[in-house]
């Protein structure tokens, strides 16, 4: 078992520079047919870091290897403090205003346009591929709003958020109600829910699904990390616990993009690597999930 996991281990390691090199693997907006990578780029604590000059820096590396990478979809929120404004300020200084695929929110009970132009001032983008009702927050008054600029052409895309299986029989009764464009939620090896209502619906309405908190903020890797990940992840060309939670996320065929945050950039291009090469199948997905659930 020894040697024929490290001649596994050993083939994946010379396979690596042809992986950096290949363009990310990527999944149809439903609505649209517009292809986007399976992996994008949260900005959720990580990139809530104020005017530290330093950190504002490092942010913009983690952003310049996420676009070297093949990465085009940057999520955030007014929600999110300084995140957008460092964004922004990134986006202008790698003149990467026109390569991102820029998805924000609305998070306000009152005046919703006055927010989303503070938003897009902030970005420093003409104006948003995405917006999203963030958290349902007055979801009655802004997704109006936000279908509105779609019609008008200041908005590519139209959707709604949750997170951490929150107010799901509500989500559920919008997406049925309601033509939208994009649903984000909560998926991972851990958090489930969203496969028995959620994902099924999602598909049949033919809305794309972007994946908040693939890894839990970090505690699902730190627990997966107390165990060694098994062999057979080299059939997926995993390297490490990060790559395989994403890899089951991004594989469920409902699922067009994870958002995983990050600070580090050598987390952004382990995460960028988790979206290419060989993806599971179901029958890989249901092993995956079995080994979690029994370690």
Not at 186 to 206: I, K, S, V, W
Not at 219 to 233: D, M, N, S
Not at 269 to 293: C, L, Q
Request: net charge positive; glycine share 8%; proline share 6%.
């Amino acid at each position: 078992m020894k040697r024929r996991t490290l001649l596994q281990w050993s083939a994946l390691a010379a396979a690596g520079p042809a992986l950096a090199q290949a363009a990310p693997l990527t999944r149809p907006i439903p609505s649209s047919g517009e292809p986007i990578p399976r992996v994008g780029l949260g900005t959720w604590i990580t990139f809530n870091v104020g005017q530290d000059p330093p950190a504002r820096a490092q942010c913009a590396q983690v952003m310049r290897a996420f676009f070297e990478a093949g990465g085009r979809l940057i999520d955030s929120s007014p929600m999110y403090g300084s995140s957008q404004g460092v964004v922004g300020e990134a986006l202008r200084g790698l003149a990467a205003q026109q390569r991102v695929f820029s998805a924000d929110k609305v998070w306000t009970g009152s005046d919703g346009a006055a927010q989303v132009e503070a938003s897009r001032r902030l970005w420093q983008v003409p104006r948003f591929d995405l917006l999203q009702v963030h958290n349902l927050l007055a979801w009655e008054r802004q997704l109006p709003l936000l279908q509105a600029m779609k019609e008008r052409g200041q908005l590519r895309y139209v959707g709604i958020t949750t997170s951490e299986g929150r107010r799901h029989r509500e989500f559920e009764q919008v997406m049925r109600g309601h033509r939208l464009d994009f649903v984000q939620l909560t998926y991972n090896l851990f958090d489930r829910e969203a496969e028995e209502r959620l994902l099924p619906l999602a598909a049949d309405r033919g809305i794309a699904v972007l994946v908040n908190r693939p890894f839990q903020e970090g505690t699902l890797v730190q627990r997966l990390q107390r165990h060694p990940l098994p062999p057979w992840a080299a059939e997926i060309e995993c390297a490490s616990w990060a790559q395989f939670a994403l890899k089951f996320a991004i594989s469920h065929p409902a699922v067009t993009c994870a958002i995983p945050a990050t600070r580090r950039v050598d987390h952004v291009r382990e995460n960028m690597a988790a979206g290419r090469g060989r993806m599971p199948d179901d029958a890989m997905r249901r092993r995956m999930a079995a080994h979690v659930a029994a370690l």
